[in-house]
């Protein structure tokens, strides 16, 4: 990964919001995963993206 | 309404379940009075025929295959107007200034995400579920409605691109910032509350 590839936050959340609705690029993932590895707030945020998901999914069954 | 069923506790949770039927029908019909016409319809031939309701599935998802067929029958009538998209209420999708309510100028989060605390417990509680519906009503109807469609119903992003008329990246924008909205909502409602302590 080099600094050019690098992403920011902003960019960060949305392939994470991207990944729920289609399949990413070998490119996204790579620079998503760099920055993940470096980002507790974005791992926060992704893990409350699958939260959302259960959510819903148990919104709809209850 | 004979008097068999006007005796028959079962009513009154079938009638629980009419915010949830009357938001699954606004998501496929997009017309409020079309959605509680449909609501009403189903709820009608659900009470003619709860005796045939044999507990195999939830009531909900038995009241939902009904109100399927209800709406199904709406959208026949609608086929007329199927060419006249309605505007998606000035979300365009195209810009991305709303982002700047959520990061800075270099990408940083302005708010960074924290841990929330047990989601899992939150998940059996009936009084989060009512937040969180009240969380899906302040999404802007657009937003929400393709929420709505795509984790609540769980339909495919290219079905809900097509039908609501609009770009499979205007679509992702949309879903982006709904889930934005959505985490925020619950986090300031919920997790950051006594309720999520």
């Known amino acids: ?62 | 309404m004979s008097d068999t069923t006007t005796r028959d506790p079962r009513i009154a949770e079938i009638e629980s379940h009419r915010p949830y039927l009357v938001r699954y029908a606004l998501a496929q019909l997009r017309d409020a009075e079309l959605a509680q016409e449909a609501v009403q319809e189903a709820l009608l031939a659900a009470l003619e025929g709860l005796d045939g309701f044999g507990g195999k599935s939830t009531l909900r998802t038995w009241l939902t295959s009904i109100l399927r067929f209800k709406i199904a029958d709406q959208q026949r009538r609608l086929v007329a107007d199927r060419q006249r998209l309605e505007s998606i209420d000035g979300e365009d999708g195209g810009g991305e200034a709303w982002l700047d309510d959520y990061f800075d100028e270099a990408g940083h989060w302005r708010d960074a995400p924290q841990p929330w605390n047990n989601p899992d417990g939150a998940l059996e509680q009936k009084r989060f579920f009512e937040v969180f519906e009240r969380c899906l009503d302040k999404l802007p109807s657009t937003g929400g409605r393709v929420f709505f469609r795509r984790e609540v119903l769980g339909e495919e992003t290219e079905v809900i691109c097509a039908t609501e008329g609009i770009t499979p990246s205007n679509c992702w924008v949309l879903l982006h910032r709904a889930r934005l909205a959505l985490r925020m909502c619950l986090e300031k409602t919920w997790f950051a509350g006594e309720a999520g302590r």
């Open chain 1, 1 to 62: 990964m080099t600094e050019e590839a690098a992403i920011n936050c902003r960019k960060a959340a949305q392939l994470l919001s991207l990944a729920s609705d289609r399949q990413l690029s070998t490119e996204e993932l790579q620079a998503l995963e760099f920055h993940l590895q470096r980002c507790g707030a974005c791992r926060n945020f992704q893990a409350q993206l699958r939260f959302l998901d259960r959510a819903a999914k148990r919104f709809a069954s209850r």
